[in-house]
């Protein structure tokens, strides 16, 4: 179940997140994973314990290597700095040896060939990349629209890949909301300030929704969604963990 993978690259993508792309060091096949799914990564702590960690698989497989994003969870108040994040994040580097599980994870795209629409925020954007990944790589001509909330541009998580696969796509759209403005440098369909208002964008009939973010986020969302006609099995949404999203409420 377990595999080492060797760091290939690390990407620094905002202050708070860094991508991996961890590569094969062996000869035997990398199991395929669904759109969506992700890995548990296990490290050696400080301490000596070895802990597991899920992280979302951010890109389509290539058959030799795993990309997977990290958002640092930085110490609050009494709160300690998270453990895992901190490691990877500090001690983690181009060359050194990971080891993951197979994908996991049952929030997955689903087949049925109806527009997909993803709305995420923060680091939840990284299922959403993932999948899009996929489709963009499989040619897919579904109608697909991402709706991202953050704090500002710079704090967009896997900004260049999503903007680059929409592009390629030529069935996308992306939507962004910044708390702080505005303000793009990428070509958006279109940026509004504040958080996430439905009311601001267009959303194709009889979609799948895939959400992402901290809880009251998702929960928003999803209120509204049901007001909107939307059945609640047609929304599917992913959670990291309660704890994960504190800094990004503040
Ligand atoms: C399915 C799934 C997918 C995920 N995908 C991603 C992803 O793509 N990217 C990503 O960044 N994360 C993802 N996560 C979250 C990730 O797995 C970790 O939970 C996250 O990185 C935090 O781990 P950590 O070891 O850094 O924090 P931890 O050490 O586990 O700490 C978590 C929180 O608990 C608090 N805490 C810890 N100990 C104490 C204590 N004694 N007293 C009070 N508070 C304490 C910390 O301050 C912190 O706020 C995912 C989670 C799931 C379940």
Request: proline share 6%; aromatic share 8%.
């Amino acid at each position: 179940m377990w595999r080492e993978w060797e760091v290939a690259k690390k990407i620094r993508e905002t202050d708070d997140v860094v991508t991996f792309v961890v590569k094969r060091i062996d000869d035997r096949l990398v199991k395929s994973s669904l759109p969506g799914q992700y890995v548990t990564v296990r490290m050696m702590m400080p301490d000596g314990v070895p802990q597991p960690r899920q992280y979302s698989l951010t890109r389509a497989d290539d058959g030799e290597s795993r990309q997977f994003s990290v958002k640092r969870v930085r110490g609050f108040g009494i709160e300690p700095a998270g453990e895992m994040s901190t490691l990877l994040h500090e001690s983690v580097d181009v060359g050194d040896i990971v080891t993951t599980s197979l994908p996991y994870g049952d929030v997955v795209l689903d087949d049925a060939g109806r527009p997909v629409v993803f709305a995420t925020a923060g680091i939840g954007i990284a299922p959403a990349a993932g999948m899009l990944s996929h489709l963009v790589k499989a040619g897919s001509g579904l109608h697909i629209t991402l709706l991202h909330g953050d704090l500002d541009e710079a704090s967009f998580p896997l900004r260049r890949q999503v903007v680059t696969d929409v592009l390629e796509s030529r069935h996308a759209e992306v939507y962004a909301w910044y708390e702080k403005g505005a303000e793009t440098m990428e070509p958006l369909n279109g940026v509004f300030q504040g958080r996430m208002d439905l009311e601001d964008v267009d959303l194709p009939d009889d979609a799948l929704y895939y959400m992402c973010g901290p809880l009251p986020f998702m929960q928003g969302v999803r209120t509204k969604l049901l007001e909107r006609g939307v059945a609640p099995e047609d929304i599917q949404y992913e959670v990291f963990g309660p704890d994960l999203w504190q800094a990004d409420l503040d």
